[in-house]
């Protein structure tokens, strides 16, 4: 007997519904997305779905130029009680181009008689107070283990940074701080090899010394601090 797990479903086309299913892991993902359309009404073939801890995205499981149609869902990090956030339209508000009466998002959160309003008053769905502390919890999680990452991530230590569509580069930690115009914390990174975009400069302000093409401020996420020294380049005595 296949073991389920219980997620939470959220879609684009409405927030004012979100769906509780049990799942099999075992199930592949194009099994998945025809499970997730009948629940929202979103077409399988269109979908995007997305997976998040509470608030905290996690991966991406189907996209549109991925769809992973072979894989299972537990090849993915899948736990009991995650949600599964499913982008795209919903063929069921398909009119055929009819014209719609529409509520704007202040004006259907007035209602007394919304299906939203039901579920605040009865703290039932995203509002029950279970949700609201699992989702206060994942915040402070995430808060922890970034102000945790933070103190780690030095200057001087070995690391790798993990972009998209760049395969992982290796380099020593040059800058831990914010940028002239830009919100939120930076990390400058001195890479092993010139695999960079500039030479530790932005907008003509300069934060760290490197060669050019050397250099790259990247987010957080993207730094892993690593104890791996410095490849060694067996060319150098070599002219």
Not at 88 to 97: E, H, I
Request: proline content about 3%; aromatic content about 10%; hydrophobic content about 35%.
């Amino acid at each position: 007997m296949a073991d389920f797990i219980h997620l939470h479903i959220s879609n684009s086309a409405s927030d004012a519904v979100s769906y509780d299913r049990k799942i099999d892991p075992n199930i592949t993902i194009a099994e998945l997305a025809t499970i997730i359309e009948f629940a929202t009404g979103i077409n399988a073939y269109g979908m995007e779905v997305e997976l998040y801890n509470g608030e905290q995205f996690i991966k991406k499981i189907i996209d549109r130029g991925n769809r992973n149609e072979h894989k299972t869902l537990r090849d993915f990090p899948v736990l009991d009680g995650m949600r599964l956030h499913v982008i795209g339209r919903c063929t069921w508000l398909d009119d055929g181009g009819t014209e719609k009466f529409e509520l704007s998002s202040e004006e259907y959160d007035s209602r007394k008689d919304s299906l939203r309003n039901y579920l605040r008053q009865n703290k039932l769905g995203r509002y029950s107070d279970e949700r609201a502390a699992q989702k206060m919890a994942a915040r402070a999680h995430a808060r922890e283990q970034q102000e945790k990452k933070l103190r780690d991530v030095t200057v001087g230590k070995r690391c790798t940074v993990l972009t998209k569509c760049a395969p992982t580069r290796f380099g020593e930690i040059a800058y831990q701080g914010k940028l002239a115009g830009k919100p939120g914390i930076y990390i400058g990174v001195k890479f092993d090899e010139p695999v960079g975009v500039n030479d530790g400069t932005f907008e003509g302000m300069r934060y760290f010394d490197c060669a050019p093409k050397y250099g790259s401020f990247v987010t957080l996420d993207a730094v892993e601090v690593v104890d791996i020294p410095p490849e060694k380049n067996i060319f150098e005595d070599e002219l």
